[in-house]
């Protein structure tokens, strides 16, 4: 392809790291999806979050000019997922880390509550207050070598992605216990039915769950294999992870991330 076409995939996301006390160990509880495709449910396991809207449509297309959508749903939402020349890519990042670490940009979405909430929600049919958790900025990510998408509404477009990354500690005892027991109450072939009974009642074909884990068995799982083995398809418990999970593991090495 031409460096001329909007052939690469841009996705910048917040990725936030929950964590909450239990037993008096750490716990990380990652989001747990199903979805169905081709009639065939397909679960992983993944940190909560989602893509960063951009607020200021044209401050980018005052920097780069031509630009795209990746699709109407991103379009209508304001997601940063766009495509673009891959020669503006660097320009694109520059724009992405100026405005991410900017508290109330007028540019770009910041902060991780708005995915946070809406996920929640959707896991565990509650609404997370203020009250219930805090958060902080703990870094960001770039993958900056492209791969192939598996999103649905861009399969296999070859997409750069920037994570801004948070950890939310979550406070309420209760809301602890939910995210506890949601994890335990669908396995992850339960979860893919539920997808699937999704479907068949007019839906996306999607189910959603939690994953909780022991945050030091997730960083030792991670740490005890080489570099190179770790970017893929992996599977904890049976439990298959995607591999921006290893984005809010700073403590890990990962070619494939440049963290700053």
């Keep these: 392809m031409s460096g001329d076409e909007l052939s690469l995939r841009v996705s910048v996301a917040t990725l936030a790291r929950v964590v909450f006390p239990h037993d008096g160990a750490t716990m990380l509880a990652l989001e747990r999806k199903a979805t169905l495709r081709n009639d065939t449910a397909y ?11 951009l607020l200021n449509v044209a401050a980018l297309h005052d920097l780069i000019g031509a630009f795209r959508f990746d699709s109407d749903r991103s379009r209508a939402e304001q997601d940063f997922r766009i495509l673009i020349r891959p020669a503006d890519w660097s320009r694109v990042k520059a724009f992405c880390l100026h405005h991410l670490r900017r508290a109330d940009d007028p ?3 910041t902060d991780p509550e708005r995915e946070l909430i809406e996920e929640l929600a959707e896991c565990l049919q509650v609404t997370l207050k ?4 805090t958060y902080r900025s703990i870094g960001i990510a770039i993958e900056d070598t492209p791969t192939p998408t598996d999103n649905i509404y861009s399969q296999g477009v070859p ?3 920037l994570y801004s990354i948070f950890e939310v500690m979550i406070t309420d005892t209760a809301l602890c216990l939910a995210l506890l027991n949601a994890s335990e109450r669908h396995t992850d072939a339960a979860l ?3 997808a699937v009974n999704n479907a068949q009642s007019g839906g996306r074909g999607r189910a959603n769950s939690v994953l909780t884990i022991p945050l030091d068995s997730m960083t030792t799982f991670y740490r005890i294999m080489s570099p190179d083995q770790r970017y893929g398809a992996v599977n904890l418990d049976g439990h298959p992870l995607d591999p921006s999970v290893l984005a809010i593991l700073d403590s890990i090495d990962v070619p494939q991330l440049q963290r700053l």
């Design 192 to 194: 893919g039915t539920l």
């Design 107 to 109: 540019a770009l979405e």
């Design 43 to 53: 679960v992983v396991a993944q940190p909560f979050g989602g893509a960063v809207r």
């Design 130 to 133: 203020p009250t219930q958790f």
């Design 159 to 161: 997409t750069v992605r």
